[in-house]
């Protein structure tokens, strides 16, 4: 993720290789290209690898406005199972206000399904 003067880098999406592909306050799109070390026991694409995608698209939104933002809530629902080996999230603001900020995070695969729904809300701890 970008550093800023309030905000530092994101050592823990550094690591998995997230890239933040663009990101404002209202929208933020961020993709991974899974590996065999993030496959879970049956092969499949790791579901707290597709948690972590979502929630690191979901900082980088609402960090990306005034202010430093923390996660308050999150959860996600898995739709379907993921194909090829690229991952997408895309987090877009669906409401708030001064003090919060509410987002929805759909994860797509490589064939643009939605693999997944993250929704979150943000809270504002200083301006």
């Not at 890239?19 to 899974?34: K, L, N, P, T």
């Not at 923390?70 to 206000?97: D, F, K, P």
């Amino acid at each position: 993720m970008s550093e800023s003067s309030e905000v530092g880098v994101d050592r823990f999406a550094q690591s998995l290789g997230v890239e933040v592909m663009c990101h404002s306050f209202d929208q933020a799109i961020c993709r991974i290209m899974v590996g065999a070390e993030q496959r879970n026991a049956l092969g499949g694409i790791h579901g707290g690898l597709i948690f972590s995608l979502a929630d690191m698209a979901f900082a980088a939104a609402c960090n990306a406005g005034d202010g430093v933002f923390i996660g308050m809530q999150a959860e996600i629902r898995y739709m379907a199972g993921a194909r090829g080996v690229a991952l997408t999230a895309t987090a877009t603001r669906v409401g708030g206000s001064k003090k919060f900020a509410h987002y929805e995070v759909w994860v797509t695969d490589g064939s643009d399904h939605r693999i997944a729904l993250f929704t979150s809300t943000a809270y504002k701890l200083s301006d």
